[in-house]
């Protein structure tokens, strides 16, 4: 099994921190982030990772050539972009995707159950699966409903919405990059839009494993309460 790492951002989320380093090579207790996500998915049957970079790549390949451990665990490729592409175009330029693959964002920490999302994705026959969480959304507003004479009908004082947003984790079938063009930039948001409007099934996954956006302050934070100094301690013994 093969997955795509995409790494290629400039992190501006985490702003100063990766204005010296790569996001995914930020340390979580005493361990880059990318190499948990390595480690999970290699425990997962992934034997090969296809890291997408872009910004600051060259830290990415010191990183690989300087840990044996890591590419000891599985085979590890690096594709470099040109030129910014989006989150579905830098895929495009990726080779020999003509199985059933795995693309995860090199900022999310999970221990979602990998071997669950390709059944689901499988017994579905789509041409794509999005893993969701559901996610707390709290307004800081109060919510004023009206009827149709503009009359009050009920009032909610800072709401807490909930949804299924994505996790940045999705099962791709090679056809998928029939509806990406050649050096093309494009963003995961429209490429889905692009499917559901030619009648394609994207399926979705939810979960409510742990999972940490790093992009995110607060979750980069709570994944370093988390770890602690863990070291290489594994997601899923962590979460236990």
């Known amino acids: 099994m ?15 921190y990766t204005s010296v380093i ?20 290699a425990a997962h049957g992934i034997t090969r990772a296809t890291l997408a970079l872009g ?3 060259r830290y990415f390949k010191s990183y690989l050539r ?13 594709v470099e972009e040109s030129q910014p592409l989006g989150t579905s175009g830098a895929i495009k330029t990726i080779g020999g995707l003509d199985e059933t693959f795995l693309v995860i964002n090199g900022d999310v920490l999970t221990d979602l159950d990998l071997s669950l999302l390709f059944e689901s994705h499988r017994k579905q026959n789509a041409i794509l699966t999005i893993a969701t969480h559901r996610q707390p959304v709290r307004l800081d507003f109060g919510i004023v409903e009206t009827d149709a004479d503009g009359m009050v009908v009920d009032y909610i004082e800072k709401p807490t919405l909930h949804h299924e947003v994505s996790m940045g984790i999705y099962v791709y079938e090679p056809r998928v990059l029939d509806w990406i063009g050649v050096d093309e930039r494009l963003d995961f948001p429209d490429l889905v839009l692009r499917l559901i409007g030619d009648g394609q099934k994207v399926n979705t996954f939810a979960t409510d494993s742990l999972w940490l956006d790093l992009g995110r302050h607060e979750d980069f934070q709570k994944a370093n309460e988390l770890f602690g100094d863990a070291g290489s301690e594994t997601l899923e013994g962590k979460a236990a």
């Open 66 to 78: 300087n840990n044996d451990e890591i590419t000891d665990l599985l085979e590890i490729d690096c």
């Open 22 to 41: 790569p996001k995914p090579l930020l340390p979580v207790g005493q361990t880059p982030i990318l190499e948990l996500v390595l480690r999970h998915l």
């Open 55 to 57: 910004y600051m790549s």
């Open 2 to 16: 093969r997955a795509v790492i995409l790494a290629g951002g400039r992190g501006t989320r985490l702003s100063p």
